[in-house]
Structure formats: structure tokens, C-alpha cells
């Protein structure tokens, strides 16, 4: 199994461009989220989805969009990038929605963005 | 609104010691409360989940208490050895936007000297 995989690994963006981030996993996990880590921050939940075809917003949604294509994959949008963007996201994956059951959560290994 | 302290940023101990890392957090009472580790590059790793009625939980040398009174948990590693060096990240479930989810700490980040 490889878990919670994510593409690509490192990303450069001029502010204004757009891109999409992956995610899949092979866990057949029902909750899917979507975080992002900045210096000093920690990590924030940008958007997460509960189960296939239900998507809700997090602490810090704006600027973003997200799909949830199927039970494996996720993906996290950005339309118009900004500088205030760059950071490293995290896609992680539960069995079930966190208040249903004492799930923990398996994290990817992370994308590194950077908007010029 | 919710609010998560992890006591230092940075805690360097001698190897053999045990490591205690504080997590504080106010203005809401969490049902449960997650320890993960985090190592550079890398995603979280979860390491142990306590309950909000159990006051302590253990894995091998890792031990971790959840004092809802003093709204508190601490994380210990007893015998730290180098490869306990990481950030170690708190995360209680917190409830937010009509729904529940993990509030993650910053982190401190542990060096475990030889």
C-alpha cells in the first residue's frame, strides 16, 4: 500500500497562475482533508471532505476550490495564485469522519509551493 | 475562538532522559486529543489518541496524559535516544464551521542530544 500520495512534490508559481494539486489513497478511507503548514502557524485545515461527493470548508478556504473525484482522490485548486499561497500542503486521509469514531489521520508527504 | 499553546518551540535533552512536551488549549472542551510526530520533509505521523475520560495512555516509552481541568495534556518519552529527535505536534478535536476537526499545535521540536 502506499498510503496517501501526492503530486507533484515541489511546485514554482507566478502570482495569477493557476494549478491543481493531487491527491489519492489507497486505504479506502471515507474522509479526506486538506492542509496547509507555514512557519510559525502550524498546520491549517483549508478544506476536507467527509465522504465521497460532500466537500466543506475549513479554517482557511479563500482562494481555494477542491474536488472530490472519487472515494480515493481529492484535489485542491488554486485559481489565481498568490504569494500569500506558498507553503507546503498536506493531503490526509481517515476511515471515517473524525466525530464519528476516534480516528487517526495518515498524512502524504507534502507539496512544496512557491508563488513569485 | 480556539486556541492551542505547545510550551517552547524547541526542547533539546539529553539522551536517556525523558522528554516532556506540554500542549494547552483553551476555550473549548475536546473530546479527544492526538499526538503526532513530524520529522523534516516529511508528513505527520500519528503516535497516540487519549479520551477526554481517560487520564492516561501509553505505547512502549511513550506516555501521554489528558487533564481536562487544567485543560493540559503532556507527552513524555522516557529513555529519549536521537531518533526521538522530530517535532512533536498536539492536535485536539475541536469543533468548528457546524462540524468537528483536529486543531493541530505549532509543534516543538525536540533534539535529543548524545
Known amino acids: 500500500n502506499a498510503g496517501v500520495t501526492q503530486t507533484p512534490k515541489f511546485q514554482v508559481l507566478k502570482t495569477g497562475q493557476s494549478m491543481t494539486l493531487q491527491c489519492a489513497q489507497d486505504?479506502?478511507?471515507?474522509?479526506m482533508y486538506w492542509y496547509r503548514q507555514d512557519p510559525g502557524m502550524g498546520l491549517r485545515l483549508i478544506y476536507y471532505s467527509a465522504s465521497e461527493g460532500t466537500t466543506d470548508k475549513g479554517e482557511v478556504p479563500n482562494g481555494y476550490n477542491v474536488s472530490r473525484l472519487n472515494k480515493r482522490e481529492f484535489s485542491l485548486r488554486l485559481e489565481s495564485a498568490a504569494p500569500s499561497q506558498t507553503s507546503v500542503y498536506f493531503c490526509?486521509?481517515?476511515?471515517?469522519?473524525?466525530?464519528?469514531?476516534?480516528?487517526?489521520?495518515?498524512f502524504g508527504p507534502g507539496t512544496r509551493l512557491t508563488v513569485l | 475562538s480556539q486556541k492551542i499553546e505547545q510550551n517552547s518551540e524547541a526542547l533539546n535533552i539529553q539522551e536517556g532522559k525523558t522528554a516532556t512536551l506540554t500542549c494547552n488549549y483553551t476555550n473549548y472542551s475536546p473530546a479527544y486529543l492526538q499526538w503526532y510526530r513530524q520529522d523534516p520533509g516529511r508528513g505527520p505521523v500519528f503516535l497516540l489518541l487519549?479520551?477526554?475520560?481517560?487520564k492516561e495512555k501509553r505505547k512502549e516509552r511513550l506516555k501521554v496524559t489528558f487533564d481536562t481541568t487544567l485543560k493540559q495534556s503532556l507527552f513524555h518519552i522516557t529513555a529519549s535516544q536521537p531518533a526521538d529527535s522530530a517535532t512533536y505536534l498536539c492536535?485536539?478535536?475541536?469543533?468548528?464551521?457546524?462540524?468537528?476537526?483536529?486543531?493541530f499545535g505549532k509543534g516543538t521540536k525536540l533534539s535529543v542530544i548524545p
Open positions: 492536535a485536539p478535536l475541536g469543533s468548528g464551521a457546524g462540524s468537528y476537526q483536529l486543531t
Open positions: 486505504m479506502n478511507h471515507n474522509s
Open positions: 487519549i479520551r477526554e475520560n481517560e
Open positions: 490526509a486521509s481517515s476511515e471515517a469522519e473524525l466525530i464519528l469514531s476516534y480516528n487517526e489521520q495518515f
